[in-house]
């Protein structure tokens, strides 16, 4: 047992779905476009352009901020974060500072403990650095030069991105991936983010100190680790960091302060800089942005946006369906399925098809459900359930052939020892070689059997 509790927050990034970016009118669907092309003087950061914010950003941000059950502040404003790297055009981030959209939510672990959310709030992406090597060739000596470089792509810069950042609530990296999973799935419910890792939709920043198990305080530093992409590689980063700190405060000594990095390649983190202050980034009100006001109605209409997210959904389809609980989670754990499933269930009632069948149909079949419409999932379990008929006739004739090649059941049968007919009707029902009403089978076994 470690004397030791871990102390553990998240910054996650989230890149909104929007059509276009946060200040502009340039598109932010930048994913494998020509570096570059999707560019306007306001995200390049020119001198004199001015910004105008996306409506339908700000509506997505208070939205994910209801969802997580946060207060919306009815006045907000933008703030200027100022920093100096060559992915910020202007030298600043418009984001927020004292006035987010959303604070004080809190998101509900499986176990019930709640994970408090502090803040959520609005920015912009920055532009793409690429770190590679440019070849020239010399012409009159015929060598090429390598040569260090970082290519900047700006089709990032401008896209819009909510910032959620959590309390310190986290004791263990199992908590975090638990957490990730539920926000990602909140965001694609509400569907105004793929939250596709790979693409870098949605990143993670983790923050990890310490603290004695009897300490009643929190530790006096914390180290945070920078744009991880993967839930994986958070568990996995987190981990190395507890034991790391741990390492460091048994030899009396206190983690230093800092950013670091996680290398995959070598499982392990790297430092990267010594933390800036907040008060370092100057932040000051945005002189370009008015102030954002929400009335108390536009706020409850957007609540009202927010679709049912899983819980309700769970409960819902228990008592709407009679699904057992482990069918109604399976089915809801992404809004699409969970459409896809009563979409299937509303087919299915007109053929007398229940919703537990069509729950075992998706889930025993791993059905794609992107590839197989709802009409015809109905249309394969009605095959595989459906009873055909045999004409009496054939039903004769394959009888008397069973009967003749088991003499030794019939015998059975007539001097008294009845339940040898659930043999004969197993092979005759095998010899149909179709599905038959077994009942109907015995019924005309025993006739035949009586005669
Ligand atoms: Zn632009
Ligand atoms: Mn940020």
């Given at each position: 047992m470690s004397k030791y509790l871990p102390i553990i927050g998240l910054e996650v990034h989230v890149e909104l779905n929007t059509k276009s970016k946060m200040f502009c009118g340039c598109s932010a669907d930048y994913f494998g476009k020509s570096p570059n092309t999707l560019t306007c003087p306001v995200c390049l950061g020119l001198p004199g352009a001015l910004p105008v914010p996306n409506r339908r950003a700000i509506e997505y941000c208070i939205m994910i901020a209801h969802a997580l059950n946060c207060e919306i502040n009815t006045f907000s404003k933008f703030d200027r974060k100022n920093y100096f790297y060559p992915d910020l055009p202007k030298g600043f981030q418009i984001s927020q500072y004292d006035l987010p959209f959303g604070?004080?939510?809190?998101?509900?672990?499986?176990?019930?403990?709640?994970?408090?959310?502090?803040?959520?709030?609005?920015?912009?992406?920055?532009?793409?650095?690429?770190?590679?090597?440019?070849e020239t060739k010399n012409k009159n000596l015929g060598s090429i030069h390598k040569e260090k470089v970082s290519f900047i792509d700006y089709n990032r810069s401008g896209v819009p991105l909510v910032e959620i950042v959590t309390e310190p609530d986290f004791n263990d990296a199992k908590e975090v991936v638990e957490y990730l999973q539920k926000l990602r799935q909140v965001v694609r419910y509400l569907e105004v983010s793929n939250a596709d890792m790979e693409k870098g939709e949605m990143r993670l920043e983790p923050n990890i100190s310490l603290k004695k198990i009897d300490q009643n305080t929190l530790p006096s530093y914390k180290v945070e680790v920078k744009n991880i992409n993967s839930f994986r590689f958070v568990e996995k980063a987190i981990n190395y960091e507890i034991s790391r700190?741990?390492?460091?405060?048994e030899t009396g000594n206190t983690p230093l302060q800092e950013t670091r990095g996680w290398d995959e390649d070598k499982g392990v983190t790297f430092s990267q800089r010594v933390k800036e202050e907040a008060n370092d980034y100057r932040y000051f009100p945005e002189p370009d942005i008015p102030p954002v006001r929400y009335s108390l109605d536009q706020i409850s209409n957007l609540k009202s946006k927010v679709p049912e997210l899983q819980e309700e959904k769970i409960s819902r389809f228990v008592k709407q369906f009679a699904l057992p609980y482990y069918d109604a989670e399976i089915l809801t754990r992404e809004k699409a399925l969970a459409d896809y499933f009563e979409e299937a269930v509303r087919i299915g009632s007109q053929k007398g098809i229940t919703p537990k069948q069509i729950g075992n149909g998706i889930i025993n079949k791993k059905i794609d459900y992107l590839q197989i419409s709802p009409e015809r999932l109905i249309a394969e379990i009605e095959k595989s359930t459906k009873i055909e008929s045999v004409s009496d006739e054939q039903l004769r004739s394959i009888i008397e052939k069973v009967l003749m090649d088991n003499p030794k059941a019939v015998q059975d049968y007539k001097s008294g020892k009845e339940s040898v007919i659930m043999f004969l009707v197993g092979m005759t029902m095998r010899a149909i070689k179709r599905k038959i009403d077994a009942q109907i089978v015995r019924k005309k076994l025993e006739e035949r059997l009586k005669k």
């Open positions: 604070a004080n939510g809190h998101i509900t672990l499986k176990n019930g403990k709640k994970i408090g959310i502090r803040r959520v709030h609005m920015e912009e992406d920055t532009a793409k650095l690429t770190h590679g090597y440019l700190q741990e390492a460091i405060l």
